[in-house]
Each structure stands twice: as C-alpha cells, then as structure tokens.
C-alpha cells in the first residue's frame, strides 16, 4: 500500500539469495547512501554481509537541521528538491541524492561528521543500529 507495488509486479524478480550477493560485491567498494539507512540496512543485515561505509541522509538531515523534519518528502520541499511518487524506489533514490549533494557541504562546511553515523530522536527511535554505526542522540 506504501509503495503502490503490486503483487504481480513481484513475479520474475530475483531471489534474495542472488540479490544479496550482488549487495555484498557492491557494498564492498563503495559508501552506501540511503535515506533512514537503518531501515533499509536492518533488510540485509544477518546475511552474510558487513557494511563498512554508508550515509544516512535522513541522519544528514537532522545533524545539519535538527529542530526540522528529517522525512524525506519534508527534506525535498525545505531544499527544493523535486519528489514525484514518493516511495517509488527509483524517485526516492534520485531524491536522496539531491539531498547528499545538497546537506553534505553543509556539513562538511560545519564540521559535521555523518559517515556511518545514525540519529536516534524523540520523534523516531531508531529500531536498528547497524553494526559499526556511531549513535548520535538529539532532542
């Protein structure tokens, strides 16, 4: 209901087992960028798998802005960024990198450390820490 994914768009994918082997391959050599990474990251954690780099652009968000909504719909439209069928795999990501290439010299300009760092706030608990993360707690 989410996503507007239906279940016959589900026939003909790939079997986790193969996908999760891509993921690894991948993740080995480049610094994952996903918004709510620990959401997305707790999907793939326990399957033979250590993310060694990632960004959480919603954490970005809130080390860069933390009295502001770190969604990423509320993230667009503060930086006028363009988000068409939220929570369609391919609109988020292209979002998502706008927000990075948005907030990262920011923060780097403030001396903000983000890399493998989570929030953990009032409004949105973290329910998954992935492993290796720098926890950062915020009011």
């Not at 250590?50 to 959480?56: A, T, W």
């Amino acid at each position: 209901e989410l996503t507007g994914i239906t279940e016959s768009e589900l026939h003909g994918g790939t079997y986790s087992f193969f996908a999760v082997g891509a993921l690894v391959k991948f993740f080995a050599e480049t610094t994952v960028v996903a918004h709510n990474a620990p959401f997305d990251l707790s999907f793939v954690t326990g399957r033979a798998m250590f993310l060694e780099k990632f960004v959480c652009t919603r954490s970005l968000a809130k080390l860069v802005a933390p009295t502001e909504s770190a969604s990423l719909k509320d993230v667009c439209a503060r930086y006028g960024i363009e988000l068409s069928g939220h929570h369609r795999a391919m609109n988020d990501v292209s979002a998502t990198i706008e927000v990075f290439r948005k907030l990262k010299p920011i923060a780097d300009y403030r001396g903000i450390d983000y890399r493998n760092v989570v929030v953990n706030a009032p409004d949105r608990p973290l329910k998954y820490v992935p492993y290796g993360a720098k926890i950062v707690e915020v009011a």
